[in-house]
C-alpha cells in the first residue's frame, strides 16, 4: 500500500480543505469533469495535480497518485480542535448516547501502566501499523455503498485515571492528550490522531474487528494500570464514528419500521 | 407531536454550557448587527460577539439618546466601530442622518466651538461665509467627537454644557438649535489619570453614561488570525495576485501566537506587519500562500521577538477554551438536531444553572426560586412543543379556547424563550 507523507503546510491547506472530495477519490478514479464540479473549480483541481496528490489517468479520469495520506497537524491547536476533532468525537458520543441506528459509534478505552519508553514510542510502533491495517481495509473490494468513517485515537499520561466511561471522561482525555501535544517536551506522552478512510458496511464490520483484535493483544501484552506501579499510567481511547450512506440508511429504517 | 429530549445527554450540555456566556439579543438584532457589520467591513467574530452586547445595550435599547463614551488603546477600532454604531442606528431605528467626526486634536486654537456649533459670515475675522458646524451636519445621523480629551478646559466647559443640553447656538447667531445627533465620545487615553493630573474634568465623564471599552488587540485572540487573513487578502488583492489564497492555517496561529506573546494592542500595527510581508514576498514572486517559515522573520522584526513560541500560546487557548468548546459544539447539535434555536437551549441551560446557584448558596428563598423555576418551566414547554410560532404553541395544547393558552399567555412564553426579555 502506498502511504503519501505530507509536510507541506499548503497541501496539508488544500487536503484539510477537501477531505471529503480527496477520500472520495482514494477509493477510486472519477471523471475530470465530476472532481471539477467536487472540488469547486479547475483551479483547484489544478493545485491538487500541481501538489503530486491528485493526476490524470490515461482515460482522462482524475485518481489519487496514492492509496492513504498521512498528515501532521499544521496549524494551532485549538484551531485543530474546533475544525476537527471535537466535532466528530460529539457526533460519536452523540450517536452513541442516542442509538442512532443511521450511525455506528464505538468507544472503547483501556488504562496501562507503562514505561516510559513504551509510551513514548506508542504512536509509531503500535497505533500506526493498526492506522495502516485499517488503510489497507479501506482498500479492499467495495461491496456496498460507503460512507466516511473517522477513528480517532486518544492517548494521554496526564488523562483519567479510571477507564473511559461517560463522554466527560473521553472529553476530558481529548482535553489532556492535545495539552501534552501542544507541548514539545511532552508531545511524545500524548496521541491525538484521527484517520478518515471510506468505508461500506462490511469493511466497517471488518475494522471494527481489526480494532477489537488490536486491543486483545494489548491486553495480553500489558498490565493494567496500578496505583503502586513504578510505571507511567496511560489512558488510551479510540471512538469510531460512521454514517450510513443514504439509501442504506432508508432501508435500514424500511426494515425497523415496517409498514 | 412531542419532541422529547434525550436526557441524558441534555443534562451533559446544561454541564458543560456552563462557561458560556448567555446571549440577550433576539435572533433578528444578530441578523441587524451582522448586516451592519458586514456593511461597515468589521472583521472579527469575538469583536461582533461583544459589541453586540455593548450596541445594543448602550445604543439601539437607549434609542441613541445617551452620551457613549468609547475608549481603546490606538488601533484598537474605534473609527470602525463608531461607523458600525451608525450603521446600526440606520437599521433599528431608523435614522437617516449622515456620520460626521470631527477630530478634537487637530483643531487650533479656540476653533473648536466654532467648528461644532459653526457661525454666520462676519462671526468673527476670518468667517467670510456661514459655516452650519458638524453638530448640525449631524443632524439624525451620528457625532463622533475623536480625542476630544485633547480639548483644553475652557472648551470642555462647553461642550458639558452642549452634551447636558443638546442645545447649541452658532457664533454669531441669536437662533438656538437643538442637537438631535448620537454624540460619541472617543479616545485612546486613561481619562481617570488625566482626571487624576487635572486635565479633564471629570463631570464630563459623568454626562457620558454609555460606556464602551474597546479590548486591544491581543485580548481578541479568535479574531487575530482572521484579521491577519483580510490584511493578507488585501494586499495580494492590491497586488492582483489572482492565485494567493492568503496566509496558510500554520502562518496564522504564528500570527496569533505573536500578538498575544508581545501583548500587541492595535490592529493598525497588525495590518501594516501583515502588509509589509506580502509586498516584501511578492519581490520575489507571491506564491499560493505565505507559509509561516516565510512571515517568521516579518513577525519576530515587527513585534519584537527572539522566537515565537507557539507551544505556549496553544496550551493557554486549550486551557481557556476548550471546554467553551465542546459546550458550543454540543449545543448547536442538540438544536439542530431538536430544530430549536440556540439561544432557547441557552437560555434554559443558564435557567437551570441560576436555579442550582441559588439553591447551592442556600438562597432557598421560595419566591425568588419559584420565579426561577416559573421561567424554566415556560422555556421547557416551548421546546417540548416543537412550537416555532406562538400560534403552533398554542394549537399544541388543542384546538379550543378552552384548551389553549391565552394569545398574551403565548406572546409572553415566546419572548421568554426568543425575546430580549431576562
Known amino acids: ?259 | 407531536m412531542v419532541r422529547y429530549f434525550e436526557l441524558d445527554h441534555f443534562w451533559f450540555v446544561v454541564t458543560k454550557s456552563r462557561v458560556m456566556k448567555m446571549p440577550t439579543q433576539t435572533d433578528a438584532f444578530k441578523e441587524t448587527l451582522s448586516s451592519a457589520a458586514k456593511a461597515v467591513g468589521l472583521v472579527g467574530a469575538e469583536l461582533q460577539t461583544f459589541l453586540s452586547r455593548e450596541l445594543l445595550s448602550k445604543v439601539v435599547l437607549r434609542k441613541g439618546r445617551d452620551v457613549v463614551l468609547l475608549t481603546g488603546p490606538t488601533g484598537a477600532g474605534k473609527e470602525m466601530v463608531s461607523a458600525l454604531a451608525h450603521k446600526l442606528a440606520e437599521l433599528s431605528l431608523n435614522r437617516t442622518g449622515r456620520l460626521v467626526e470631527l477630530n478634537c486634536a487637530n483643531l487650533g486654537a479656540n476653533m473648536f466651538e466654532s467648528q461644532l456649533f459653526g457661525y454666520r459670515r462676519g462671526a468673527f475675522t476670518g468667517a467670510d461665509r456661514d459655516f452650519e458646524g458638524f453638530a448640525c451636519q449631524a443632524r439624525g445621523g451620528t457625532l463622533v467627537l475623536d480625542e476630544f480629551q485633547s480639548l483644553p478646559l475652557e472648551d470642555q466647559a462647553k461642550l458639558l454644557r452642549f452634551l447636558g443640553e443638546r442645545e447649541y447656538r452658532p457664533l454669531g447667531s441669536t437662533q438656538t438649535k437643538q442637537c438631535d445627533a448620537i454624540i460619541v465620545l472617543a479616545s485612546n487615553q486613561q481619562l481617570d489619570k488625566l482626571v487624576e493630573a487635572g486635565s479633564f474634568r471629570r463631570d464630563l465623564l459623568d454626562r457620558a453614561p454609555a460606556k464602551i471599552t474597546l479590548p486591544p488587540l491581543y485580548e481578541r485572540k479568535g479574531d487575530v488570525a482572521e484579521l491577519a487573513q483580510k490584511f493578507a487578502l488585501e494586499a495580494g488583492h492590491d497586488l492582483e495576485a489572482e492565485e494567493f489564497y492568503g496566509l496558510t492555517r500554520r502562518a496564522k496561529a504564528d500570527v496569533e501566537a505573536a500578538v498575544i506573546q508581545s501583548g500587541e494592542i492595535s490592529v493598525r500595527k497588525l495590518r501594516e506587519v501583515i502588509r509589509d510581508a506580502v509586498f516584501t514576498l511578492a519581490v520575489d514572486g507571491l506564491g499560493e500562500a505565505i507559509e509561516s517559515h516565510q512571515l517568521e522573520p516579518s513577525l519576530t522584526q515587527h513585534f519584537r521577538l527572539t522566537q515565537i513560541n507557539r507551544a505556549l500560546v496553544d496550551q493557554a487557548q486549550v486551557e481557556e477554551n476548550f471546554d467553551l468548546l465542546v459546550s458550543r459544539v454540543e449545543l448547536e447539535k442538540l438544536a439542530q438536531d431538536h430544530e430549536v434555536t440556540e439561544d432557547s437551549l441557552h437560555k434554559l441551560c443558564s435557567a437551570i444553572h441560576s436555579l442550582i446557584d441559588d439553591l447551592d448558596e442556600g438562597d432557598k428563598h421560595y419566591r425568588r426560586v419559584s420565579e426561577r423555576t416559573h421561567r424554566l418551566s415556560k422555556v421547557a414547554l416551548w421546546l417540548v412543543s416543537g412550537a416555532k410560532t406562538q400560534a403552533e404553541f398554542r394549537r399544541f395544547f388543542g384546538s379550543t379556547n378552552f384548551e389553549m393558552p391565552t394569545k398574551s399567555v403565548a406572546h409572553q412564553i415566546y419572548h421568554e424563550v426568543y425575546g430580549r426579555g431576562a
Open chain 1, 1 to 259: 500500500m502506498t502511504l503519501q507523507t505530507v509536510d507541506s503546510e499548503i497541501v496539508y491547506d488544500l487536503i484539510q480543505d477537501h477531505l471529503d472530495v480527496l477520500l472520495t477519490l482514494l477509493e477510486g478514479p472519477k471523471p475530470r469533469q465530476a472532481t471539477v464540479e467536487l472540488l469547486g473549480s479547475e483551479a483547484t483541481l489544478n493545485r491538487f495535480i500541481k501538489h503530486g496528490l491528485l493526476s490524470a489517468c490515461e482515460d482522462g479520469r482524475i485518481q489519487a497518485t496514492s492509496e492513504g495520506i498521512r498528515q501532521s497537524r499544521q496549524e494551532g491547536m485549538m484551531s485543530f480542535l474546533e475544525r476537527y476533532i471535537v466535532p466528530a468525537l460529539a457526533s460519536g458520543l452523540d450517536a452513541q448516547a442516542a442509538d442512532d441506528i443511521n450511525v455506528i459509534a464505538n468507544v472503547w478505552s483501556r488504562t496501562f501502566s507503562l514505561p516510559v519508553e513504551i509510551i513514548e514510542n506508542c504512536r509509531e510502533d503500535l497505533v500506526q501499523p493498526l492506522l495502516e491495517d485499517l488503510l489497507a481495509i479501506s482498500n479492499l473490494p467495495s461491496t456496498g455503498e460507503s460512507s466516511r468513517m473517522s477513528l480517532m485515537v486518544v492517548a494521554s499520561t496526564t488523562g483519567p485515571e479510571n477507564l473511559i466511561d461517560t463522554e466527560i471522561d473521553l472529553l476530558q482525555l481529548a482535553k489532556s492528550a492535545s495539552l501534552q501535544r501542544a507541548n514539545p517536551e511532552s508531545r511524545a506522552r500524548a496521541i491525538l490522531t484521527q484517520l478518515d478512510a471510506i468505508m461500506d458496511p462490511q469493511r466497517l464490520e471488518k475494522s471494527i474487528e481489526t480494532i477489537e483484535s488490536w486491543l486483545a493483544r494489548l491486553d495480553k501484552e500489558f498490565t493494567p494500570s496500578q496505583k503502586e506501579s513504578m510505571q507511567e499510567p496511560y489512558c488510551i481511547a479510540l471512538a469510531v464514528h460512521w454514517r450510513r450512506p443514504e439509501t442504506v440508511a432508508r432501508e435500514a429504517v424500511e426494515m425497523v419500521e415496517p409498514c
